[in-house]
């Protein structure tokens, strides 16, 4: 028999059979991440800035967490914002603290996918510095679910106003905000996102600090929950269906009258 011919015949043959065959390709989903960088700035405020890449196969949210000890006491904990985090890229956290002079140690933890990447001890010493206080009015605050809304006057030009919650619940998640630009007497907006543990209404101290130290101010204030739309109408929505059953009613012995009058 011909050898080209053979080949052919057992070529055709094999088609079928590999085409039978059910392939099936798994691509394993895979948490991982890296500290690509880690920088702690110990002037008042402190700011622990960190790069975090995702050198896995999963995009989800991260954040980072900062516990500050003094010798064996923790005396603080601060969070970054949260950020979405796709395979391949990095994201950027800060985490502020105004922590007065000292030495400390941090253990910084990343949130990353329901994982948590653990990393420190970290050892700083905190460095003084001469702060004129700040002539911030915090005019008004409205709470939410999951974020709160500072509404900030300030009295002088002020750039980079960095809003620390210093005293909050134990067990909440509490991040800061940055205003960059302030004129005198201009009011603006910080929004704070945060999650309670369980949510009760909570006195919270904000530490009101330009980034170069130079202006500092606190105010506590205490955390109302805004009631949502739906609970603010929600009375009046019960007295509107009162007053249209009463109307129904009404329109009902109307005509019943009527027809008993049509047949005296």
């Given amino acids: 028999m011909n050898v080209r011919f053979f080949t052919v015949l057992l070529v055709m043959g094999l088609i079928p059979a590999v085409a039978a065959l ?51 006491k923790l005396v603080y904990t601060g969070w970054s914002r949260a950020k ?18 000292g030495n400390y140690t941090v253990y910084v933890r990343i949130y990353f996918c329901n994982e948590i990447f653990k990393f420190g001890p970290y050892y700083f010493e905190g460095k003084p510095k001469k702060s004129k206080a700040g002539n911030f009015e915090i005019v008004d605050v409205h709470t939410f679910d999951d974020y709160i809304d500072i509404y900030i006057r300030s009295n002088q030009d002020v750039k980079n106003l960095i809003v620390i919650p210093s005293k909050y619940p134990v067990g909440w998640i509490m991040e800061s905000a940055r205003i960059d630009f302030m004129n005198s007497g201009q009011i603006k907006k910080a929004r704070i996102p945060y999650r309670p543990s369980i949510w009760k209404e ?20 205490l955390l109302k929950k805004e009631k949502s739309r739906s609970d603010a109408f929600a009375p009046f929505i019960i007295i509107l269906m009162l007053i249209i059953l009463l109307i129904i009613y009404l329109s009902y012995k109307i005509k019943l009258n009527i027809w008993r009058a049509g047949r005296d």
């Fill in 22 to 72: 059910d392939v099936d390709v798994n691509v394993e989903s895979v948490i991982q991440g890296s500290l690509a960088w880690i920088n702690i700035s110990t002037k008042p405020p402190q700011k622990i800035s960190i790069t975090w890449e995702n050198i896995g196969s999963v995009g989800c949210e991260v954040r980072a967490r900062a516990d500050f000890y003094n010798t064996s």
């Fill in 202 to 221: 909570s006195s919270v101290e904000f530490t009101l600090i330009t980034e170069d130290g130079n202006f500092i101010q606190k105010k506590t204030v």
């Fill in 84 to 101: 979405p985090l796709w395979p391949g890229s990095h994201a950027d956290m800060d985490i502020y603290s105004n922590l007065p002079e």
